[in-house]
């Protein structure tokens, strides 16, 4: 993926793992990628990064050590096993990690996790889950100065209505709007590319996020999927400089890379 980023003059590629630390990886493989800029087998290079992801529970001893790799810039919170993720499956009873109390409250590790990300000028990824704990961290983000994004609100995981991205948004609160869910594929083969399009004309290109949330096998690569993604919103309507902005400048702010 970083040397089809490279070829395709991208500034930067970040990936995450759901369970583990991703920054290690994206280290080495910048290793790779400047190796083979110097040796004449790349044109030009891409910057590479990772962070960690949190499904084995919210640990801040974890993150401050994960933080030491120089290519870290994302925190994901816990995706396929938080709360709010079998809530929103309709299976409450399987538990999961909880980032918010019963009565609203953020939890002590997360807002601890919170400010190492700003300390460390590194964004947040608020991972799946569900609308009753999306508020509750939006606000303590917003109160933070934490820089967060939705991950793919439209997907049918934690699929959130236009009227909550849009509470979310305006407390300063990224929107990813991704290659899946607009793009069918084996994983998902019938989609409403309209819903996309639909979010970023209420929410506003200056609050989203374009990402490729690619790499599974079941997709195409993730550098054409961007490719595709780019056509489609151009051919509904979205504008070249407010895709520029979804693309460029937002996720660049939301990881801190021009501070």
């Not at 004449?40 to 974890?62: D, F, I, K, P, S």
Request: hydrophobic residues 45%.
């Amino acid at each position: 993926v970083s040397i089809d980023a490279a070829d395709a003059g991208m500034r930067a590629v970040a990936f995450k793992d759901h369970w583990n630390v991703s920054a290690n990886a994206a280290y080495v493989v910048q290793q790779h990628i400047d190796h083979l800029v110097d040796i004449g087998e790349l044109e030009r290079g891409v910057e590479v990064y990772g962070g960690a992801g949190t499904c084995h529970g919210m640990n801040v001893e974890y993150i401050r050590t994960a933080l030491q790799y120089p290519n870290f810039k994302m925190i994901w919170f816990p995706t396929f096993t938080s709360l709010g993720f079998w809530r929103g499956a309709g299976q409450p009873d399987q538990g999961g990690v909880r980032l918010v109390s019963p009565e609203g409250e953020v939890h002590p590790e997360v807002v601890e996790i919170m400010k190492l990300a700003v300390e460390h000028k590194v964004g947040v990824g608020f991972g799946h889950t569900d609308f009753e704990e999306l508020l509750p961290l939006a606000k303590k983000a917003n109160e933070l100065g934490v820089r967060a994004t939705l991950d793919h609100p439209l997907l049918e995981l934690n699929k959130l209505l236009i009227d909550e991205m849009q509470e979310l948004a305006d407390l300063g609160i990224y929107v990813g709007t991704y290659c899946q869910p607009m793009i069918p594929s084996l994983y998902q083969p019938v989609v409403d590319p309209m819903e996309t399009i639909r979010t970023i004309k209420a929410i506003g290109p200056e609050r989203c996020i374009i990402g490729s949330d690619f790499g599974q096998v079941l997709h195409v690569n993730s550098v054409d999927g961007i490719r595709i993604f780019i056509r489609a919103l151009l051919g509904f309507g979205i504008e070249p400089d407010e895709i520029s902005l979804m693309l460029k400048d937002n996720p660049a702010r939301l990881m801190w890379l021009d501070d």
